[in-house]
């Protein structure tokens, strides 16, 4: 008798919230394959009259979805490319989207690592001194007004001539741009504890060590997470990024490339996708560490 009232919440909060994401998702399903009709139609249409055929104003429709090389793939095409470069041939072959994610991911946690470990170094500098916090806080704001395309080549050329190639050039550019979101909310974190806590501490003679571990470390720990998601995410666009300027064979920016160079809009936006698909799951266990450290921390209920 009492297990039914408790189920009964639980299931519909589940529903309440799943069927909001599913309109959403059907929604923009819907607007993608008619904006396939559209961006399509002319060419279709071209494409059928020089081969002579008719076709009725549904069946135009269904070879807009069809073409094989669309301006904008219909949302069934892009599932099909994915299916076809991942279940049906080896993680390890260059056809395989699996391999080429792979490859990306790498640059892309190793940059999220070392801009994460930079991030908190730095901020814990800046608030421990006031000369790094007037001297460097305004560098390190600057340093992110440069466009991310007009360093990546800087930064591939430069490590290339010293005989560093590979993965690293691109995790350096992954943590080029992920480290700024971490750096300012730690320095936010680390100052939120309350200036009663802050002096109680002083009272009991804490040191500057004892502070900083007991009381703005933990304080900090909502920030760091909010700005590890904000990081993760740039990191990887940094990965792809620093593939483009290399003419890498392989990684997410590799397909695009090869995609971009052969017409090939399908592998593009199966590689959008993925990439898209990589920062959701990175995000997600970003997330999923927040709620475990949060909560064993106490900070979470």
């Not at 008798?1 to 909060?13: C, D, E, H, I, T």
């Not at 680390?190 to 304080?219: C, E, F, N, Q």
């Not at 990439?275 to 106490?298: I, N, P, Q, W, Y």
């Amino acid at each position: 008798m009492s297990a039914v009232p408790v189920a009964r919440p639980v299931r519909a909060a589940g529903e309440g919230r799943l069927v909001p994401v599913l309109v959403v998702v059907a929604a923009i399903v819907a607007l993608w394959y008619a904006a396939a009709v559209l961006m399509n139609w002319q060419t279709t249409v071209d494409r059928l009259a020089r081969a002579g055929t008719t076709a009725t104003f549904t069946q135009t429709v269904a070879e807009t979805w069809s073409a094989e090389r669309p301006l904008l793939p219909a949302p069934h095409q892009i599932v099909a490319e994915i299916w076809k470069t991942t279940a049906t041939v080896k993680p390890s072959s260059a056809r395989s989207l699996l391999f080429h994610a792979w490859v990306t991911l790498s640059s892309t946690l190793t940059g999220f690592a070392a801009g994460t470990l930079l991030g908190v170094a730095l901020a814990v500098g800046i608030v421990h001194s006031r000369t790094l916090d007037k001297s460097l806080m305004p560098w390190i704001v600057t340093s992110q007004t440069i466009p991310i395309l007009a360093v990546a080549p800087m930064i591939i050329v430069v490590l290339n001539s010293v005989g560093v190639q590979g993965l690293i050039p691109k995790a350096v550019i992954s943590t080029y741009l992920s480290f700024f979101p971490v750096a300012v909310g730690m320095v936010k974190g680390l100052r939120s504890p309350d200036i009663l806590h802050l002096d109680l501490m002083r009272t009991y003679g804490a040191s500057r060590t004892a502070v900083l571990t007991k009381l703005r470390l933990p304080a900090s720990l909502p920030f760091l997470f909010a700005s590890m998601k904000v990081a993760v995410a740039a990191s990887l666009v940094g990965a792809i990024v620093g593939e483009l300027p290399t003419g890498a064979v392989a990684g997410l920016g590799a397909r695009l490339l090869a995609g971009s160079y052969y017409g090939q809009t399908v592998q593009i936006w199966a590689a959008l996708v993925a990439a898209s698909a990589m920062a959701a799951v990175l995000v997600g266990f970003v997330s999923l560490a927040e709620r475990v450290v949060l909560r064993r921390t106490g900070a979470l209920g």
